[in-house]
């Protein structure tokens, strides 16, 4: 079993920055794959990023639209993974999740990759 708590989430100007951060608590944390999601009401569920254990490969991957913006990390001696998102944009607006799925294989970017979910952090970019 993992729990993942959220959190960071703020409003923030366009072009700023905010990092979102995922405490879990639970066995083995760097066996586990963790990945960002977000979601607009009414809008379906979509992959921000993604990265592996270190007893997969530890990669990483992206949305194509947050490349070069934002950067996934983890700390396993801390059991929290973050998500650095530098020039936002009003398109960043969403509930953002953190997921994990213990498993050695490279990270997946869909929501059926992972059973341990967050209660989700609102991020607001918007002047």
């Known amino acids: 079993q993992l729990q993942l708590v959220e959190s960071g989430g703020d409003l923030v100007q366009p072009g700023g920055a905010l990092r979102l951060s995922c405490a879990a608590s639970?066995?083995?944390?760097?066996?586990?794959?963790i990945a960002w999601f977000r979601q607009a009401p009414g809008k379906e569920l979509q992959a921000v990023s993604c990265?592996?254990?270190?007893?997969?490969?530890?990669?990483?991957n992206y949305k194509d639209s947050v490349k070069g913006r934002f950067t996934i990390s983890r700390d396993n001696a801390k059991n929290t993974g973050y998500l650095q998102m530098n020039d936002q944009k009003p398109e960043d607006t969403d509930v953002y999740y953190c997921?994990?799925?213990?498993?050695?294989?490279?990270?997946?970017?869909?929501?059926?990759?992972?059973?341990?979910w967050g209660q989700g952090t609102q991020v607001t970019v918007s002047s």
């Open positions: 639970g066995l083995f944390f760097r066996l586990h794959n």
């Open positions: 990265i592996s254990s270190y007893g997969g490969s530890g990669s990483t």
């Open positions: 997921a994990g799925v213990r498993t050695g294989l490279d990270c997946s970017m869909r929501r059926s990759g992972y059973n341990y």
